[in-house]
C-alpha cells in the first residue's frame, strides 16, 4: 500500500493495469466508443445545422429551412439513440470488468500466506472489496464514456470553429489553452489528497468493523468516550484528506467557466462587428456561438469525470498491490493420497527419493526398488505385493544412499531438527528447537504466555517457514509436501473459534464437505455437540449468524471439535481446545476426545495443566526452547517448572 500523503506510485501502471482488465472484453467497449462518438458527432452536426437553417430564414428559402429542420432533428434522433444505446452496454461491459476484479481479487487474497492478515487491519482488506472497487465501478458507469465524448466533442469544436471563423477561432485557442493549464495543474495538486482520501478511508472502516465486532468488550470497560474521540480523530484525518481532494477538483469547474464566458464575450463583441462589417454572414456567427458558447461543457465534463477517474485510479492502485502480494510459496511435490477408509500414503514424485533431513534426491539410473509391506522393517522385503496394497520401495539415490521412493504411509511421526523460527527476522521466537513425535503419541506443549506453543503448530501446517532447521512429517521435509496436502493431513480446532453463516450442520461440514448427514451427526456425537444441537429451534438446520452470536462461547468450541472429526484427519493439533468449556462438559467429551485421537498423532496446547495429565509426553516451553520433557508423573518427581506451574494451579484452586 501506498504510505499515507503519497501520491500513486506508478499512475500509468495502474491505468495499463485497469485497461487489460477492459481489454478482456473489447467487442463491448467498442461497441461502446463507437457508440459515444455517433452521439457525439451528432451533436456537433446538429449545432453546425444552426448556420443553414438561420441562413436560409434569413433569405426567406421556406423549403431550405423546412429540409434544414428536418435533417437538424434527424441528426439529434440519431445521437439520442446511440446515447442510450451506449449507457444500456456501458453498464454490462463494466458490470463484466468489475466482476473480473473482484473474482480476481478474492482469489489471490486466498492465496496469500497468514503473515499478510496478521499484519494488516481486516476492515482495510475489506475495504478493498468495497470502497475500493466501488470507485473503480463509479469512473466506469460513469466516466469511460463521457471522456471519450467530451474529447470527441473538444476537438470537434475545434475544427468545426475554424471552418466557420478561423481569425475569431484564434482567441478561443488562447481560451483552451488557459483552461488546460489549471486543469493540468488542479490535477497535479490534487492526485496525492484522492490516494490519502482512499488509504484513510480503509483505515477509518477497519477501526469501525474492529469497534462493532468488540462492542461487548467495549461497553464492558466503559470505553465508549474513548472510542468517540479517536473516531473523530481518524474522522478528521478524512475530512482533511477529502477536503484537499475535493477542493482543487471543485475548483476546476468554476475556473473553466469563467474563462470561457470572458472568453464568449470577447469573441461575442468582435463577431458582431465582423458581421455588420460584411466579414461573416449572420448564420455562421450564430452557429459559431453557440459553438463557443458550448466549448465550456465538454471542458467540464472532461475534469469532472477526472476526478472520478483520479479516485478510481487510487483505489484500483491499493486493488492491484494488494493482488500484487506473493501468494504462498508450494514447491512441494509430494501428494497426499487415500490408500483405505483409514490409511494415507505420501505420493513421492517418480524419479525421487527421500534422502537424509527429509530432503527430496534423484534415484540413480537404473537403480533396482525394492518393495517393502506397509509398516513392516525394511529387512521384511517381498517379492510379490499384492495388487492394490499399500507399499513402499527404496532405491539408491544419486549419491549412493539408500532413499525412500514410491508411497510412504502416513504415520504422523512428526520431527523439528534445530528449528530457529521468527515472526521478525531480528526477534526469534524459537531458537535450536529439537523435538519429536511417534505416532499415535499425544504431545502436550506447556509453558508461560509467549513461550513459542501456538507458533510450533503454526510452522506443522506451514502458516509460517522456518528460518532455520528442519521439520519432517514421515521423514520428509514439510517444505516437499504440497501445503493442500499437508494441511489435508492435519485437524485443527483452535481456541478462537469461527462460525460461518449457515446451518450447524454446514458449519459442521465445512471439515469435510462430502460429509453425509450421518457423518456430521457421528462427528457431533464424538464432540458431545449432538445433545445441545438437539435441543436448538431447529437441531441440526439451526442457522448460525454473526459468528455464532445466538450460541454459548462452549458451545461454538464443541462445534469447532466437531469440525476438525468430520474432516477425520491423521493428525490432530488442539489449540486449547477446551478453554471455554466448563469442567462438567470436559468431563463429558473426554471420551469423545479420547475416541478421535485414538490411533493419531495429536499436539494440545494447554493452560489447564488438568487436561493433559495422559499425554505420552509433556512438553515444557520457556523462551522459545525446551526446558522439560516427561510424562505426568515423570515431570512432578523431577519438581522442576512443570512441578511448579501444576502445584501453583491446585493451590489457586
Same mark, same amino acid.
Given at each position: 500500500?501506498?504510505?499515507?500523503?503519497?501520491?500513486?506510485?506508478?499512475?500509468?501502471?495502474?491505468?495499463?493495469?485497469?485497461?487489460?482488465?477492459?481489454?478482456?472484453?473489447?467487442?463491448?467497449?467498442?461497441?461502446?466508443?463507437?457508440?459515444?462518438?455517433?452521439?457525439?458527432?451528432?451533436?456537433?452536426?446538429?449545432?453546425?445545422?444552426?448556420?443553414?437553417?438561420? @441562413?436560409?430564414?434569413?433569405?426567406?428559402?421556406?423549403?431550405?429551412?423546412?429540409?434544414?429542420?428536418?435533417?437538424?432533428?434527424?441528426?439529434?434522433?440519431?445521437?439520442?439513440?446511440?446515447?442510450?444505446?451506449?449507457?444500456?452496454?456501458?453498464?454490462?461491459?463494466?458490470?463484466?470488468?468489475?466482476?473480473?476484479?473482484?473474482?480476481?481479487?478474492?482469489?489471490?487474497?486466498?492465496?496469500?500466506?497468514?503473515?499478510?492478515?496478521?499484519?494488516?487491519?481486516?476492515?482495510?482488506?475489506?475495504?478493498?472489496?468495497?470502497?475500493?472497487?466501488?470507485?473503480?465501478?463509479?469512473?466506469?458507469?460513469?466516466?469511460?464514456?463521457?471522456?471519450?465524448?467530451?474529447?470527441?466533442?473538444?476537438?470537434?469544436?475545434?475544427?468545426?470553429?475554424?471552418?466557420?471563423?478561423?481569425?475569431?477561432?484564434?482567441?478561443?485557442?488562447?481560451?483552451?489553452?488557459?483552461?488546460?493549464?489549471?486543469?493540468?495543474?488542479?490535477?497535479?495538486?490534487?492526485?496525492?489528497?484522492?490516494?490519502?482520501?482512499?488509504?484513510?478511508?480503509?483505515?477509518?472502516?477497519?477501526?469501525?468493523?474492529?469497534?462493532?465486532?468488540?462492542?461487548?468488550?467495549?461497553?464492558?470497560?466503559?470505553?465508549?468516550?474513548?472510542?468517540?474521540?479517536?473516531?473523530?480523530?481518524?474522522?478528521?484525518?478524512?475530512?482533511?484528506?477529502?477536503?484537499?481532494?475535493?477542493?482543487?477538483?471543485?475548483?476546476?469547474?468554476?475556473?473553466?467557466?469563467?474563462?470561457?464566458?470572458?472568453?464568449?464575450?470577447?469573441?461575442?463583441?468582435?463577431?458582431?462587428?465582423?458581421?455588420?462589417?460584411?466579414?461573416?454572414?449572420?448564420?455562421?456567427?450564430?452557429?459559431?456561438?453557440?459553438?463557443?458558447?458550448?466549448?465550456?461543457?465538454?471542458?467540464?465534463?472532461?475534469?469532472?469525470?477526472?476526478?472520478?477517474?483520479?479516485?478510481?485510479?487510487?483505489?484500483?492502485?491499493?486493488?492491484?498491490?494488494?493482488?500484487?502480494?506473493?501468494?504462498?510459496?508450494?514447491?512441494?511435490?509430494?501428494?497426499?493420497?487415500?490408500?483405505?477408509?483409514?490409511?494415507?500414503?505420501?505420493?513421492?514424485?517418480?524419479?525421487?527419493?527421500?534422502?537424509?533431513?527429509?530432503?527430496?534426491?534423484?534415484?540413480?539410473?537404473?537403480?533396482?526398488?525394492?518393495?517393502?509391506?506397509?509398516?513392516?522393517?525394511?529387512?521384511?522385503?517381498?517379492?510379490?505385493?499384492?495388487?492394490?496394497?499399500?507399499?513402499?520401495?527404496?532405491?539408491?539415490?544419486?549419491?549412493?544412499?539408500?532413499?525412500?521412493?514410491?508411497?510412504?504411509?502416513?504415520?504422523?511421526?512428526?520431527?523439528?531438527?534445530?528449528?530457529?523460527?521468527?515472526?521478525?527476522?531480528?526477534?526469534?521466537?524459537?531458537?535450536?528447537?529439537?523435538?519429536?513425535?511417534?505416532?499415535?503419541?499425544?504431545?502436550?506443549?506447556?509453558?508461560?504466555?509467549?513461550?513459542?506453543?501456538?507458533?510450533?503448530?503454526?510452522?506443522?501446517?506451514?502458516?509460517?517457514?522456518?528460518?532455520?532447521?528442519?521439520?519432517?512429517?514421515?521423514?520428509?521435509?514439510?517444505?516437499?509436501?504440497?501445503?493442500?496436502?499437508?494441511?489435508?493431513?492435519?485437524?485443527?480446532?483452535?481456541? @478462537?473459534?469461527?462460525?460461518?453463516?449457515?446451518?450447524?450442520?454446514?458449519?459442521?461440514?465445512?471439515?469435510?464437505?462430502?460429509?453425509?448427514?450421518?457423518?456430521?451427526?457421528?462427528?457431533?456425537?464424538?464432540?458431545?455437540?449432538?445433545?445441545?444441537?438437539?435441543?436448538?429451534?431447529?437441531?441440526? @438446520?439451526?442457522?448460525?449468524?454473526?459468528?455464532?452470536?445466538?450460541?454459548?462461547?462452549?458451545?461454538?468450541?464443541?462445534?469447532?471439535?466437531?469440525?476438525?472429526?468430520?474432516?477425520?484427519?491423521?493428525?490432530?493439533?488442539?489449540?486449547?481446545?477446551?478453554?471455554?468449556? @466448563?469442567?462438567?462438559?470436559?468431563?463429558?467429551?473426554?471420551?469423545?476426545?479420547?475416541?478421535?485421537?485414538?490411533?493419531?498423532?495429536?499436539?494440545?496446547?494447554?493452560?489447564?495443566?488438568?487436561?493433559?495429565?495422559?499425554?505420552?509426553?509433556?512438553?515444557?516451553?520457556?523462551?522459545?526452547?525446551?526446558?522439560?520433557?516427561?510424562?505426568?508423573?515423570?515431570?512432578?518427581?523431577?519438581?522442576?517448572?512443570?512441578?511448579?506451574?501444576?502445584?501453583?494451579?491446585?493451590?489457586?484452586?
Amino acid at each position: 500500500m501506498a504510505a499515507p500523503g503519497n501520491k500513486p506510485q506508478n499512475l500509468g501502471a495502474t491505468a495499463r493495469e485497469l485497461m487489460s482488465y477492459m481489454g478482456r472484453h473489447k467487442a463491448l467497449f467498442f461497441a461502446v466508443a463507437v457508440l459515444v462518438a455517433v452521439s457525439a458527432l451528432a451533436n456537433l452536426l446538429g449545432t453546425y445545422m444552426i448556420r443553414p437553417v438561420v @441562413d436560409s430564414l434569413a433569405s426567406g428559402n421556406v423549403d431550405a429551412l423546412v429540409r434544414g429542420v428536418a435533417l437538424t432533428a434527424a441528426i439529434y434522433l440519431v445521437g439520442i439513440i446511440a446515447a442510450y444505446g451506449y449507457s444500456q452496454v456501458m453498464v454490462y461491459a463494466a458490470q463484466k470488468v468489475l466482476y473480473d476484479i473482484r473474482r480476481d481479487l478474492f482469489a489471490h487474497i486466498q492465496t496469500l500466506p497468514l503473515k499478510y492478515f496478521d499484519t494488516r487491519n481486516r476492515g482495510d482488506i475489506m475495504s478493498l472489496f468495497t470502497n475500493d472497487v466501488d470507485t473503480v465501478a463509479e469512473a466506469m458507469n460513469n466516466s469511460f464514456a463521457m471522456v471519450i465524448q467530451s474529447f470527441i466533442q473538444i476537438v470537434g469544436t475545434l475544427v468545426l470553429i475554424f471552418v466557420l471563423n478561423w481569425q475569431l477561432s484564434l482567441l478561443v485557442v488562447v481560451g483552451y489553452v488557459a483552461m488546460f493549464a489549471y486543469i493540468r495543474y488542479s490535477t497535479k495538486r490534487s492526485r496525492g489528497y484522492f490516494q490519502r482520501q482512499q488509504q484513510v478511508l480503509g483505515e477509518l472502516d477497519g477501526y469501525i468493523e474492529e469497534m462493532v465486532t468488540g462492542q461487548k468488550v467495549v461497553k464492558v470497560f466503559n470505553h465508549e468516550r474513548a472510542n468517540v474521540s479517536e473516531f473523530r480523530n481518524k474522522n478528521e484525518r478524512l475530512r482533511v484528506a477529502g477536503t484537499g481532494a475535493q477542493g482543487y477538483a471543485a475548483s476546476m469547474i468554476p475556473a473553466v467557466v469563467s474563462i470561457s464566458f470572458a472568453n464568449y464575450a470577447l469573441v461575442s463583441a468582435l463577431g458582431g462587428w465582423m458581421a455588420l462589417a460584411g466579414l461573416t454572414d449572420v448564420g455562421a456567427l450564430a452557429s459559431y456561438l453557440v459553438f463557443v458558447r458550448q466549448t465550456a461543457a465538454p471542458i467540464n465534463q472532461f475534469t469532472q469525470q477526472s476526478n472520478f477517474l483520479l479516485s478510481a485510479l487510487a483505489g484500483a492502485e491499493r486493488v492491484f498491490a494488494a493482488m500484487h502480494e506473493k501468494p504462498e510459496v508450494d514447491e512441494g511435490p509430494v501428494r497426499l493420497e487415500r490408500t483405505g477408509e483409514k490409511s494415507w500414503a505420501w505420493a513421492v514424485p517418480e524419479g525421487m527419493g527421500v534422502g537424509a533431513w527429509g530432503k527430496l534426491v534423484p534415484v540413480a539410473a537404473g537403480a533396482p526398488q525394492k518393495a517393502f509391506a506397509a509398516g513392516k522393517n525394511a529387512a521384511a522385503e517381498k517379492d510379490e505385493v499384492a495388487p492394490g496394497a499399500l507399499i513402499e520401495t527404496s532405491a539408491t539415490g544419486a549419491d549412493g544412499t539408500v532413499v525412500a521412493t514410491g508411497r510412504i504411509s502416513l504415520r504422523g511421526d512428526v520431527r523439528f531438527h534445530e528449528v530457529d523460527f521468527g515472526y521478525a527476522p531480528e526477534k526469534l521466537v524459537l531458537k535450536g528447537l529439537n523435538l519429536f513425535a511417534k505416532p499415535g503419541q499425544k504431545i502436550a506443549f506447556v509453558g508461560s504466555t509467549g513461550a513459542g506453543k501456538t507458533t510450533i503448530t503454526n510452522l506443522i501446517n506451514r502458516f509460517y517457514d522456518v528460518n532455520a532447521g528442519e521439520i519432517t512429517f514421515d521423514g520428509i521435509d514439510v517444505k516437499n509436501i504440497a501445503k493442500d496436502d499437508l494441511r489435508r493431513s492435519l485437524g485443527i480446532v483452535l481456541q @478462537d473459534t469461527h462460525l460461518f453463516t449457515g446451518t450447524i450442520a454446514e458449519n459442521i461440514r465445512f471439515g469435510n464437505l462430502g460429509a453425509t448427514d450421518d457423518d456430521v451427526r457421528r462427528a457431533a456425537q464424538i464432540a458431545n455437540a449432538d445433545s445441545f444441537i438437539r435441543r436448538l429451534p431447529q437441531g441440526y @438446520d439451526t442457522m448460525v449468524t454473526s459468528d455464532g452470536a445466538n450460541l454459548s462461547q462452549g458451545q461454538r468450541q464443541l462445534l469447532a471439535i466437531a469440525r476438525a472429526a468430520v474432516a477425520d484427519p491423521p493428525v490432530l493439533i488442539l489449540d486449547e481446545a477446551t478453554s471455554s468449556i @466448563d469442567t462438567r462438559t470436559e468431563m463429558l467429551i473426554s471420551r469423545g476426545m479420547d475416541q478421535l485421537m485414538q490411533g493419531r498423532t495429536t499436539f494440545v496446547i494447554a493452560h489447564r495443566l488438568s487436561t493433559v495429565r495422559d499425554a505420552d509426553a509433556i512438553i515444557v516451553l520457556e523462551q522459545g526452547r525446551i526446558v522439560e520433557r516427561g510424562s505426568h508423573d515423570e515431570l512432578l518427581a523431577q519438581r522442576g517448572r512443570y512441578w511448579q506451574l501444576y502445584t501453583g494451579m491446585l493451590e489457586l484452586s
